[in-house]
């Protein structure tokens, strides 16, 4: 156990670029939005559902980890842990939207007669978004907390018997909160992003956020493997075995994301209903209809059949590049989710595609992907990349090495 | 009786013998050989020099094949034998076309996957040389059996069976045609 | 250390084998189920009462030909009823088998492979069971060729693609092919090892009919693991995709309580809760009559009960959201029908009952004492299956009872030939089922061998799922090994 499992002195000169990059971003973003309040409070939501979405993918996936054991778990854990504990910063990242409520959403500015604002009376409120939204947060941070306090007190454990009852904590922590943990992101979803366009829904808004939150970060957590992975200490523990499972989980959430988008157009275009069907409008009008046709072939076809070849799993480079592709594809699927949603300098219409992309869609997500990656390092270094003492560990770095 | 026989097979006691065996076999630069035991074994196939099965390739032009079939179909049908106005729908409603199409993709893999597999295999074959050799019943039951053909360049008789009985068996039988 | 490490282990992810056994054992104690001369007593009668029960189908499937299918309770506006809901019910239990088959093969499960041949025969039987509802709903079936297949006919017409009803006969059709396919191929080897063991003539004829000459060649074995993989990769998209399609049947309609988009992952997770809670009705006796403990611990069980809890929480999830985007929809369509589902209506106790069997009873899950108990765990899935079927009747009939003209709306109940319909085949799949134990190997043979510690090779195990997933990369040099190679 006296293996030295601390993350590598280097991460700091990308934690000061990463700062650079994202101050910049944040001082410009700043600018930009001084001239057009909405557009860079919709491109600052853009970057914090995109990144938030790292953290909060990375609270479920530590606790699906628990749940279903396996190699690759032990060996991402850190990694995901520390997006985890990012929390506190993209509790940070909300304020602008909380403070910024009435300039975002276009439910501050609906008529009283208007059939949401009578069916849903004070939810539909700024003080309750915001209420809800403490909530929401307040929750997430019992999970963070108590998940990274065991797995700290875990490396502490004196002999691998009390570190499995840490490890029995968690895992037992994790099957009951798994459900809170779903069900606050389908109210918090629909709260910041959904409602966008008060007067649109579909059920399964949720578990569209829920599947692509895990994408994201899985992808992301490749990106770090394939980095710590080239170095000590973390060379000695990352194996083939390992890509290619963490391959496949992207490849079944790849798929499931797709299930879960047809379903929706699916039924929604077959239904054809007033309540629903404007939303698919919007998005078939050209422009918009090029960005969802890029998302079928690049956010499903694409990744399946190259993610369908196992020698590309196990290969870290390919890996990595395919990670690195479906993340960016992430956030122009955040944008289509996003950007069309109904504006309030529109009156509740929404834009065409290019009057409604702006340079501050891409501003946003550098300006929040930067102070997010710098405070991810920091986490990141704060312990070592791996569980020291589970009592897996050993059995985990084994099953990598072979094919 | 040389001309008669099939091969020359082995039995052994375990997996582990078995594979040894097939390693030495390979080694000593017997080609035609084969090995048989109640379950599957990952290490046989390197060392019998098994290559890999075309199969898979096999499986994704049948998926391929089925899709076509589900695209061509329905469209021949909704768009070019019978447009029908259903619902104010347009006659090539790609989106409601796709559950077919899926169905008709899996449906050709699945079978491309188990005939393919069947037919590579050359089964049902109800006769087979091997089942000449009473013992080799338990080959589905515990014991693991090691088989030399008699169509095998190297193959001789007496030099053969001195291998297969250098190899540390339970027994060597003769196998006949 | 290493062992105080094995020993954490062993508590965490117990063996799936109990009990010494070798391969020899193996073999004879599942093979003798079959082989054996004397059937158990219990056998007759399980067999003698489902068959007779089976009859019921027989009676109701000539009175519905003779008469057509106003002897059924269906009326406007409910005009699916029985028939839809015994077919979902029906289809659903089958996706436990195909869920334990392959995407618990592809997830590297070792639990799967005790209770993977009697789930997916479960699977066949419950697809048998599901399809014949549609069918006779047509009432005259044997016209239902031309509605239902594209091929071209005397009239020129041809099914419409656009409808879901259509989507079904695609996905259930390939879904009770490639199921059948699967099970058949998973059955080869053991059918090969009842031959080569049958004493009996009549029995050596047919096993050695069914295994198609299989002799465990090594070449054999490698296209077989493939064949195998690749089944698995193709079912589990494409059991996800049959519910979805049932749950389309609902969802592309306008009807408020059907038109959700949860409904597809919201129907699969059903499917497999429900499919789950039949395998736990089946396999708890069958242990126990067969003596099979060691085959299907009690690990097993421990199993089974977690994947219906997850599954029956995220039914449950369904069921929250249909309720809160009702509500927060404004729309007064969606209001109506929750309030009319949960309170207001006229079968509000049947969701107030549901909630009950499947939200409710699972709760008890989360805690040790229900969970390794096979009692409890038997009657919690009865209690679901229960529970599964009344969600069924509460999306269909709340949802159709009150549609949106109130002059219309009328109240339905079953007749006794609903009732003598369902219950009938409830007798005909156990009567199935009850063959299948008598004649087929229950469990899959020679998937347990490689769990045993005979089964490796110079400290590799021959682990079966394992070798699966990695089947594609058992061979990647065509030169001989040489000696150094050989030795590592």
Known sequence: MAENYNAPAELNKFRTIALGVGGIGLIVWAAGTYFHLEQGLRSWLLGFIFWGGITIGGIGVTMLQYLTGGAWGVVIRRIVEAASRVLPLVFLMWLPLAFGITHLYEWTHLPPDDFTVIGRGAY?????????????????????????????????????????????????????????????????????????????????????????????????????????????PFNRVLGKRHLHDIGKLILALVMVWAYFNFSQLLIIYSGNIPEETGWYLTRMTPGWFWIGMILILFHFAFPFLFLLKQDWKKNIRMLSSIAIF?????????????????????????????????????????????????????????????????????????????? | MDKKLYGLMAEFDSATELVDAARATRDAGYRKTDAFSPFPIHDIDEALGIKRSILPVLVFFGGITGLLLGISLQVFVHYIDYPLNIGGRPYLSWISFVPPAYELTILLAGFTAVFGMLFLNGLPRPYHPVFNVPRFALATREKFFLLIESADEIYDYDDTKGFLEGLKPQEVFDVEE | MAKDLKQIHEKIYPPMVEGEHTLATVSDKIGDVTLKKKTPWHWFVGFGISFMVAQLLLFSVVTLLAKGIGIWGNNQPVGW????????????????????????????????????????????????CAAMFPLLHTGRPWLAAYWLFPYPNTMGIWPQFRSPLIWDVFAVSTYATISLLFWYVGLIPDLATLRDRAKNKVFKFFYAALSWGWRGSARHWHRYEIAYLLLAGISTPLVLSVHSIVSFDFSVSQVPGWHATIFPPYFVAGAIFAGFAMVLILCIPLRVWYNMKDFITDTHLVYMGKVMLATGLIVVYGYAMEAYFGWYSSSQYEVFMVKNRIWEGPYWWSYWLLIICNGLSIQLLWFKRFRESPFWLFMISIVVSIGMWLERFVIIVTSLNRDFLPSSWAMYSPTMFDWSMFVGTIGFFFTLLYLFVRFLPVISIFEVRTLLPEANVHGHQQDFEENVLEVEYTYERTDPPNKEDAES
Request: charged share 10%; with cysteine; glycine share 8%.
């Open chain 1, 124 to 232: 539909q409120t700024p003080m309750w978004w915001v209420i809800r939204g403490l909530i929401y947060f307040a929750l997430f941070g019992v999970m963070v907390y108590l998940l990274n306090t065991w797995s700290a007190n875990q490396d502490k454990s004196a002999d691998h018997e009390e570190a499995a009852r840490w490890l029995g904590k968690a895992t037992a922590f994790s099957g009951p909160t798994m459900v809170i943990y779903v069900l606050v992101i389908s109210f918090a979803t629909v709260d910041w992003v959904m409602s966008l366009d008060p007067h649109w829904f579909s059920t399964i808004w949720g578990l569209l956020f829920v599947v692509g939150w895990a994408l994201s970060t899985f992808c992301f957590s490749v990106l770090m493997l394939a980095w710590l992975g080239d170095r000590a």
């Open chain 1, 326 to 403: 479906i993340l960016l594809i992430r956030l122009v699927d955040m944008f289509f989710l996003i950007s069309p949603m109904p504006r309030i300098a529109e009156h509740g219409g929404s834009l065409v595609l290019s009057q409604s992309f702006s340079w501050l869609d891409i501003v946003g997500p550098i300006a929040v992907g930067g102070i997010w990656l710098w405070y991810f390092f920091g986490q990141l270094m704060k312990r070592p990349l791996v569980p020291v003492m589970d009592p897996f560990l050993e059995k985990a770095i084994e099953h990598g090495q072979g094919h």
């Open chain 3, 81 to 128: 009823a029985f028939d839809i809901i015994n077919f979902v019910w029906w289809i659903g239990i089958g996706h436990a088998g195909t869920l334990i088959s392959a995407i618990l093969l592809l997830l590297n499960q070792k639990w799967r492979t005790s209770i993977n041949r009697f789930a997916e025969a479960m699977t066949l039987f419950a697809v048998a």
